[in-house]
């Protein structure tokens, strides 16, 4: 299927590792030009040299900057005054004991998860009204609607980014621009393979059954019982953004492998 992306500007935060480089391929597979951010340099270049050699056909370029930084989102905007496809994938998790959390956790959470990719959406939205094109999508997760209180300061900043890309896309009624949310469910990143990593290395269950028995005992609602694979995320997440699908506006959309229990 031809998404009919070939040379929009997608810009997808957080794309060294996990869901946000498989999404930066999948883009790129589909003739977009895409820009990698990251905190570390070597990191943005490693994948750029990585995407450009693979997809020769297209423009990868690269962002080193900690986007949850002020100084670091205004030489972003600098950089790339243009974009048509905003992907707002950066985001930190962890599983923490509620009463262990202190404020400036709190407080690191929601500038990581929900102000920066706000403050992307605040730069970009207006430009991308005026050209009557734009695809905003924020990448949330079930955790936004279904908290398993394995990480509430993650929990409520994902519910959040339904509420703000639900708020954006008011601002964008009869334009060819659309915000929306994808919730992914469980997904196999590195970082929930250093989860797997951590709960189990000191048992006695082999590795090959870490995913089975983190899905059996801690995911059981999941109807596929397995972990998602970035790429389903990445190969969804460019449907969306397509020039094609447009009647996506204002929606969390949910590919969480059926762990959420509910029609809605």
């Known amino acids: ?50 995407l450009q ?40 998790f962890q599983p923490m004991d509620y009463f262990e959390i202190d404020d400036a956790t709190w407080n690191k959470f929601f500038e990581v998860n929900v102000l920066a990719g706000n403050a992307l959406a605040r730069h970009y939205l207006p430009k991308m009204l005026q050209q009557d094109f734009g695809r905003i999508i924020f990448i949330a997760s079930e955790e936004a609607v279904m908290p398993s209180g394995e990480m509430p300061q993650y929990s409520m900043t994902k519910s ?28 196999l990143t590195e970082g929930v393979a250093k989860m797997l990593h951590d ?26 019982q397995r972990l998602i694979r970035p790429e389903e995320i990445g190969r969804f997440t460019a449907f969306v953004a397509s020039p094609d699908h447009g009647a996506f506006s204002g929606e969390a959309l949910r590919m969480d492998g059926g762990l959420v229990p509910t029609i809605f």
């Open 53 to 92: 050699a693979d997809f020769p056909q297209v423009t990868i370029q690269g962002v080193a900057a900690d986007l949850a930084k002020t100084a670091d989102q205004e030489r972003l905007f600098t950089e790339i005054p243009h974009i048509d496809i905003l992907i707002n994938n950066m985001g930190i």
């Open 1 to 50: 299927m031809d998404l009919h992306l070939t040379k929009k500007i997608a810009l997808i935060t957080g794309s060294t590792k996990g869901i946000g480089k498989a999404i930066a391929i999948e883009l790129a597979r589909e003739g977009a030009d895409v820009i990698i951010n990251g905190r570390r340099d070597a990191e943005v270049q490693a994948v750029v040299a990585e």
């Open 199 to 224: 709960m189990y290395a000191d048992t006695d269950l082999p590795e090959d059954q870490w995913e089975a028995d983190f899905m059996k005992n801690h995911r059981s609602r999941s109807q596929i």
């Open 160 to 187: 959040m980014n339904l509420s703000l890309a639900k708020s954006l896309s008011k601002l964008t009624v009869a334009t060819h621009v659309t915000v929306n949310t994808i919730m992914p469910g469980s997904t």
